[in-house]
């Protein structure tokens, strides 16, 4: 267990941050590599252990992964090259990785077992089961209570339309991975479009992909199985999931100016960002570009007085990853912020309606959780407290950030979990300092 103590600074904070490789999208690039002819070269990838539980699993199903700090070479073997590994996979606390695997995994001609930590063996995981069961895959829940431990065992796959009723790009993944398996074509609908770094990074890999948004607001993504597919090189933006940390401290700590380089800023994912604009933050774009699909930009953030909002709808699915840090700006805001539409929250890696809700009390705010949801009442001010972060890296992040605008000291428990999507978390603040 470790402690980090985090008060507030003397002056603004002032300078650029690189960040980290978005983890999505580093998971992703490992996957389809390994399921692809060739050598794929990985660049900018995020070195978290979540991350790294990724390169383990496939290394385990005989897939040779380089690893160095300049690249990632991932020495495919096919659709079909994956072998049965001698020993059950651990997915360690990545639900991601635990989950998209499923999907490839079902498709294979061996028996395999995920499992992880305690955080992800408690983690829902019949949202993926039911879909992929009912495509004719072979999991089951060893201890019967739809979480990890999963076998899967080999299964004959067919095609399906599933109508998903969460937006969740891991349940979407699943079930269009297992369709590279299938003999006809695989479809998922959702209410509403979720991250979409699946459908875009598997076209460049050579998938046949198809996406469409109706006029209702749902969401269709359907995949016709390939013959391989092709190797490619991917350079991976910056997380914007770890960028809102130091866009949050720009907007929060008075005479601050960050420039966060390298987001990356895919509709959708990029919902905090409109969330900042409603709250009347001070945010450029700076070179904006694409590279795989994927749009990228530099931003650079000034402190500025921030305004309530209602955080709902469509929006939700684009920023879920992102409510602790914008209920802690909330606390800060003019007005009463709502956010609802997210009950996807009490299935994280803590339950972040209510680890949101006890910390931000610790520190003196004004919330009230709700069954989807919270009300913030922003109250401009907060007190140090001592931060249970419950080992989820999220909470443990965002808590640091309202850290520097506090009054007194705050110390983050068992602070060691930001490794799993930001190892250089603590030492980004400082130099900023």
């Known amino acids: 267990m470790k402690e980090a103590t985090i008060t507030a600074p003397s002056t603004g904070l002032k300078g650029s941050v690189i960040l980290p490789g978005d983890k999505s999208i580093s998971h992703r690039s490992v996957m389809f590599g390994a399921l692809a002819k060739g050598t794929t070269e990985i660049t900018n990838f995020l070195q978290g252990a979540d991350c790294l539980s990724t390169i383990s699993c496939f290394r385990k199903m005989g897939i040779e992964i380089e690893n160095t700090p300049e690249r990632i070479l991932v020495h495919g073997k096919g659709l079909h090259g994956l072998s049965a590994p001698d020993s059950t996979l651990n997915t360690g606390n990545s639900g991601t990785t635990t989950r998209l695997i499923s999907g490839i995994l079902a498709g294979q001609d061996f028996t395999s077992i995920l499992s992880g930590d305690d955080s992800l063996n408690s983690r829902p995981m019949a949202r993926i089961m039911d879909p992929l069961n009912s495509m004719g895959a072979k999991i089951t829940s060893i201890n019967g209570n739809n979480c990890a431990p999963l076998r899967i065992e080999p299964g004959t796959l067919h095609s399906i339309h599933y109508h998903s009723k969460v937006a969740s790009a891991q349940v979407k993944s699943a079930i269009l991975l297992a369709g590279l398996y299938t003999d006809g074509i695989t479809a998922v609908t959702e ?155 009490k299935v994280k890696e803590t339950n972040r309606i209510d680890t949101v809700a006890q910390n931000l009390r610790a520190m003196g705010g004004n919330v009230t959780p709700t069954d989807d949801g919270m009300i913030i009442e922003g109250t401009g001010a907060l007190k140090g407290a001592h931060i249970n972060s419950h080992l989820d890296h999220r909470i443990a992040m965002a808590f640091a950030i309202a850290g520097l605008v506090a009054e007194g000291d705050t110390v983050i428990g068992d602070s060691q979990c930001v490794d799993v999507s930001y190892p250089a978390f603590f030492e980004t603040i400082a130099q900023l300092r």
Request: contains cysteine; hydrophobic residues 45%.
């Open 191 to 345: 209410p509403v479009l979720s991250r979409n770094h699946t459908e875009l990074m598997l076209t460049g890999f050579g998938a046949n992909i198809a996406s469409e948004t109706h006029a209702d607001g749902t969401a269709t993504a359907s995949i016709t199985p390939c013959e391989e597919l092709y190797a490619q090189k991917i350079q991976v933006p910056g997380d914007i999931s770890s960028a809102a940390y130091f866009i949050a401290a720009g907007l929060l700590v008075p005479d601050s100016e960050i420039l966060v380089k390298n987001v990356g800023i895919n509709p959708t994912r990029a919902g905090i960002l409109k969330v900042c604009e409603a709250m009347g933050a001070d945010i450029t774009y700076l070179n904006e570009t694409s590279a795989g699909g994927e749009p990228t930009a530099d931003l650079l953030v000034r402190y500025s007085p921030l305004k309530a909002t209602v955080v709902e709808g469509s929006i939700i699915p684009t920023l879920i990853d992102e409510i602790p840090m914008i209920a802690i700006m909330a606390a800060f805001a003019e007005g009463t912020t709502i956010i609802r539409d997210a009950a996807e929250l």
